[in-house]
């Protein structure tokens, strides 16, 4: 039975990118090494004429949600925020790639096509609300991932990131798989919506709460929370660095929008069931995350390190759900956009040093930055005060109303921790500025030699102060997005 014209239209903007990112792959095959910055150039254009199409296909839907595909994907405000960001983090990771890639001696064609249809994948993710259209969106991104992170097939580090990411991913996905079945053994049915009926209706089957405890593991896996966290330290130091400021935000933002579609639509009914899981884990991953960063001298292990900490930040959200406000989950969207400004912008300003011929990853390597250029420097120290919530920046409104959240849903002991952690962090982001602004460094640098990074690095400072400067305007469209969640 076809499926209706109308549910294709839903799924326009995923369909174009789909074949974009095959027509990359095929254009690569009939393009030179030198000419491949034009691959770059096409696929910035497709993932930006894939937000145009969201927004045609959002508008000629007419009143959201739209359920889709029996009641597989769903085309609504919350889902419409995160492929937003998402979008713009694949164009940032491209603009990231571009002299990155052009100097490097591995092809850029497959390179950009799988980063497209790694962000297909999270965009279908960011719209599923059934347990089966989840996990194929899932895999989708996942084996792009894995092959992204192996980019760099001759490097000893970039294998070694690959080979992790792949055996703890496929075994993450083997116990994530595993819960759905309990699941549905307990409900009957894969859609969110249904397993919230089920839940409520009758009395479940004991083994349901091993069911939520197993789906909430491979979660976890995917967020990079404790402790399920092992890998990213290591991804993140082997993968290319572009790749890194990818995998840290755009596959943790679709994972948070499947974790929140699952949690607070499909496991609400049960929320005392889980919530006491989702505590133990943010409490663990923020302790893991800020005493590992404590020990890192290499800047991308700590930044991974760092991301671990925030993945813990960010789980507090889901921890006031019974809230009648909504504020869990709009705190997790503001602070999710706050991350990835602050993160991309981190990751960024490494690539940088990388392509003037500094290392690029060490903290000894920022030595002397202020002095060669102040307002590189002036960039960076925006996004360590950021990451580590010091006003006026986005990190310090996303930690705010995040901790808020957690307090109203009478978590005070672990908003308690959560500002500790917060305060562990100064130390190692400050070792970063201390370097840049006490320590004398050797040779020069020049801003304008990389305007693509440049303009990035721009975009993403700018983000980060105008939601510490102006949060308002970002915290109300956060509250929009949620009204109503989906169908």
């Keep these: 039975m076809p499926f209706p014209a109308g549910d294709t239209l839903l799924i326009l903007p995923e369909l174009f990118l789909t074949a974009a990112a095959s027509f990359v792959l095929l254009w690569a095959t009939f393009v030179s090494r030198p000419r491949e910055r034009g691959l770059a150039f096409f696929s910035i254009g497709a993932l930006a004429a894939t937000g145009l199409l969201l927004f045609v296909s959002a508008r000629m839907a007419g009143t959201l949600p739209r359920s889709a595909f029996g009641g597989m994907f769903a085309m609504d405000r919350f889902g419409l925020y995160f492929k937003g960001i998402l979008l713009l983090v694949g164009i940032v990771t491209i603009l990231f790639s571009l ?20 962000t297909v994948g999270m965009l279908f993710m960011a719209s599923g609300t059934h347990l089966a259209s989840i996990v194929v969106a ?21 294998l070694e990131a690959s080979a992790k990411y792949f055996v703890l991913g496929a075994f993450s996905s083997g116990v994530l798989i595993y819960g759905i079945s309990l699941v549905y053994g307990a409900a009957g049915t894969l859609s969110l919506a249904g397993i919230a009926t089920a839940f409520t209706t009758a009395k479940p089957p004991a083994f349901l709460v091993i069911g939520i405890i197993f789906v909430g593991c491979g979660m976890f896996f995917k967020i990079a929370s ?15 660095t572009p790749i890194s400021a990818f995998f840290a935000v755009g596959p943790k933002l679709a994972a948070y929008a499947i974790f929140a579609r699952i949690f607070f639509v499909g496991f609400g009914p049960r929320a005392g069931d889980w919530s006491a899981i989702i505590a133990a884990s943010a409490a663990l991953t923020m302790v893991v995350g800020n005493v590992g960063a404590l020990m890192q001298t290499n800047v991308k292990r700590l930044l991974g390190y760092s991301s671990i900490g925030h993945a813990g930040y960010a789980l507090l959200g889901l921890l006031a759900y019974g809230d009648a406000s909504g504020i869990g989950l709009w705190s997790i969207l503001v602070y999710l956009l706050a991350y990835a400004f602050m993160n991309l912008g981190a990751f960024g300003l490494v690539i940088l040093l990388e392509s003037k011929g500094y290392a690029g990853e060490s903290v000894d390597d920022f030595n002397g930055l202020a002095a060669k250029n102040p307002w590189l ?24 109303f995040l901790f808020s959240a957690a307090m109203k849903a009478g978590w005070f002991w672990l908003s308690l921790l959560a500002v500790l952690m917060s305060a562990v962090s100064l130390f190692y982001y400050f070792r970063i500025a ?16 990389e305007p693509a990074v440049s303009a990035a690095i721009a975009l993403c400072a700018a983000g980060t ?15 929009t997005c949620l009204l109503p969640f989906g169908p």
């Design 99 to 118: 002299r990155f890639i052009s100097v490097s001696p591995y092809p850029g064609g497959e390179y950009y096509g799988l980063i497209l249809f790694s």
């Design 138 to 158: 899932l895999e989708l991104m996942a084996l792009s991932q894995y092959v992204l992170a192996g980019y760099f097939k001759r490097e000893t580090k970039s």
């Design 465 to 479: 102060l105008a939601m510490g400067i102006l949060p308002g305007p970002f915290v109300q469209f956060a509250r």
């Design 226 to 240: 404790a402790p399920f966290h092992v890998w990213a330290p290591d991804v993140y130091e082997g993968a290319p």
């Design 434 to 449: 201390r370097a840049m602004y006490l320590v004398e460094g050797e040779g020069t640098l020049h801003w304008r030699e």
């Design 377 to 400: 420097a002036a960039a960076m120290l925006v996004f360590l005060l950021s990451l580590a919530g010091i006003p006026p920046t986005a990190g310090f409104v996303g930690k705010y």
